[in-house]
């Protein structure tokens, strides 16, 4: 939907769409590898919790310092460079937790699942993003997206409220030896 109103009610280019998000990408990819180790110190909760509420600042200061004539690096440029950071810090974060909570022998599977339903939410927040905006009078355009652009701010707090309530890492050491279960 963020692409629909930079284009839509911007009238970005399809380049300068792109570039447009290039910044939290890149953002994304610096933090990443921070994200990584901080799983590793904290766990995964912690990551994901931050991440979460990282990326639903990042959305909420898209909602609020945007209209439909607005300064790309004063309005759009934060809200974009939050949101790209904590989404790869809870996205890593939560893939920490869903590989250290399966054995060893399962980690594809657990890695398989855990991108299926994080592709299956997106396309949920996309359809309900549409949903919002879809129906939406020329004039109501920017109000529609900001509408949308709520509920993903409301989804992401719930997504840190979800990540507090899940359990520290299943660490393999809880994962009985292999010789153990062949001896019995």
Do not use: C, K
Not at 38 to 55: K, L, Y
Request: net charge negative; no cysteine; aromatic share 8%.
């Amino acid at each position: 939907i963020a692409v629909f109103y930079v284009s839509g009610i911007w009238g970005f280019s399809p380049l300068e769409t792109g570039l447009a998000f290039l910044p939290g990408a890149l953002a994304g990819a610096l933090f990443g590898r921070a994200a990584g180790r901080a799983s590793e110190q904290h766990g995964p909760r912690v990551v994901a919790v931050v991440g979460s509420v990282i990326a639903a600042a990042g959305m909420l200061a898209i909602t609020l310092m945007t209209g439909a004539e607005s300064n790309y690096a004063t309005d759009w440029l934060p809200g974009q460079l939050l949101y790209g950071a904590g989404s790869v810090i809870a996205i890593t974060g939560l893939n920490a937790a869903a590989l250290t909570s399966a054995p060893p022998a399962a980690f594809a599977l657990a890695s398989g699942i855990n991108s299926a339903m994080r592709q299956v939410g997106g396309a949920i927040g996309v359809a309900i993003a549409v949903a919002i905006t879809v129906d939406a009078s020329p004039g109501d355009l920017v109000s529609s997206h900001h509408a949308a652009f709520y509920v993903s701010t409301v989804f992401m707090a719930a997504a840190a409220v979800a990540a507090m309530a899940m359990h520290g890492p299943g660490r393999q050491a809880q994962i009985e030896p292999q010789e153990a279960v062949q001896a019995r």
